[in-house]
């Protein structure tokens, strides 16, 4: 009788753990930028380049970049200059050195994570064979208005490293 609650237990805790979800969760085959703004959803568009990442070596550091738009022509970009490889990294206007930010734009104005007012953080959770993978949240405002913000939130992405 143990012997069979063991095999049960092990059968279910196989079951259970390849049905939970993750970062990377998307299309089976295909890049993605997703989060929710403001209770509305943004996935970037499936067309060629709806979501690309690159890394720029400025020589003395890297900047490491992830931006994707959707069908809406809205757009959302990460960039973390000084980027180091995976790991979190703060997106505001308070992290000294060069500011790593979070902006999300639709097609009248946009709102960055640097402006007064603006915080949130991203982690890369992968960044090898040519693919990277992460989280993000962020609370952009107008530059020209600190009152108008945009909530960022539940941001996930993979995307392929352009060439």
Known sequence: MKLKFYFLCVFLS???????????????????????VENVSFESSDVSDGATASKIDGGSFITFIVQGFDSAGNSLVIVVPE???????????DNGGFMASGFFGNQETGWSSVNDGGSGSVTV????????????E????QSDNAVSTRSITDGRFRVNFEN
């Open 138 to 141: 962020f609370i952009g405002t």
């Open 14 to 36: 196989i079951l259970f753990l390849s049905c939970s979800s993750s970062a990377e969760d998307g299309p089976a085959d295909g890049e993605f930028i997703r989060a929710t």
């Open 83 to 93: 980027y180091s490889g995976p790991g979190s990294y703060d997106l505001g206007n």
């Open 125 to 136: 959770l992968t960044d090898e064979s040519g693919e990277t993978t992460g989280r993000f």
